[in-house]
């Protein structure tokens, strides 16, 4: 069975680290670590991952949430956001755009593993 290609987007350089190192402990291919929404758009067209670990507060114009959106919907690529913020006004734009998954920071490996393969389960 191949790898499971899972693109992060984490604009702090030391947690997208940890995320990467997380997730190949865990046997997931990382297929690329962007710090930008824009970034993250443009490379989900080229890189197809199965998964994007989406932070929600990123540097550039757009921010995790909107970033998402777009790749869900132009790419029918699922996202699974891991943020540190859990008020209701960041969890009401989440939700209104239906991610696979809602993980705060900081997580665990089995919460990280949980979220995934949730999200990789088949939708009716």
Known sequence: MTKKRIMVVEDDVIIASL??????KLGYEVCGIFDAGEDAIVNAADHRPDLVL????LRGAIDGIDAAGEIMSDFSIPC???????DMDTIER????RPEG??????????????IEIAFSPRE
């Open 19 to 24: 995320i990467e190192n997380r997730l190949k």
């Open 54 to 57: 989406m932070d929600i507060r």
């Open 80 to 86: 699974v956001f891991l943020t540190s913020y859990s």
């Open 94 to 97: 989440a939700r209104a755009i």
């Open 102 to 115: 809602f993980i705060l920071k900081p997580f665990t490996d089995d919460a990280l593993r949980s979220a």
